[in-house]
């Protein structure tokens, strides 16, 4: 059983940045694949990006390469997301998530198994 707490949303300017946190409990978290996915207002959830367990490989929905970055501290049980140079586009609620199946990071929430409960993230123009 894994628990994910996110932390770190806000209301920032066009053109900020925001660090956003995923606290993790559960003995096998640095076996997981991690994620962070966002959802608008009336949209579905969207994937933002994702790290294997190690760390060494990262993947990233083009909308967001570039600008932002997903790192994990497995000694912390900590999954971050660096977001710079944050857009009105950026605005959602951001999810962590989990994918206890031990594999390479997906795109596709439905394969992420345990999620947080989200941070909201407003970013005005």
């Known amino acids: 059983q894994v628990q994910l707490v996110e932390s770190g949303g806000g209301l920032v300017q066009a053109g900020g940045s925001l660090r956003l946190s995923c606290a993790a409990s559960g003995r096998s978290f640095s076996m997981y694949a991690m994620g962070w996915f966002r959802q608008a207002p009336g949209k579905g959830r969207e994937f933002v990006a994702a790290?294997?367990?190690?760390?060494?490989?990262?993947y990233y929905a083009d909308s967001v390469k570039g600008r932002f970055t997903i790192s994990r501290d497995n000694n912390k049980y900590m999954v971050y997301l660096q977001m710079n140079s944050l857009q009105p586009e950026d605005t959602a609620v951001y999810y962590c998530?989990?994918?206890?199946?031990?594999?390479?990071?997906?795109?596709?929430?439905?394969?992420?198994?345990?999620w947080g409960q989200g941070t909201q993230v407003t970013v005005s123009s």
């Open positions: 790290i294997n367990w190690s760390g060494h490989s990262t």
């Open positions: 998530a989990a994918d206890s199946n031990v594999r390479m990071p997906t795109t596709q929430a439905i394969t992420y198994d345990y």
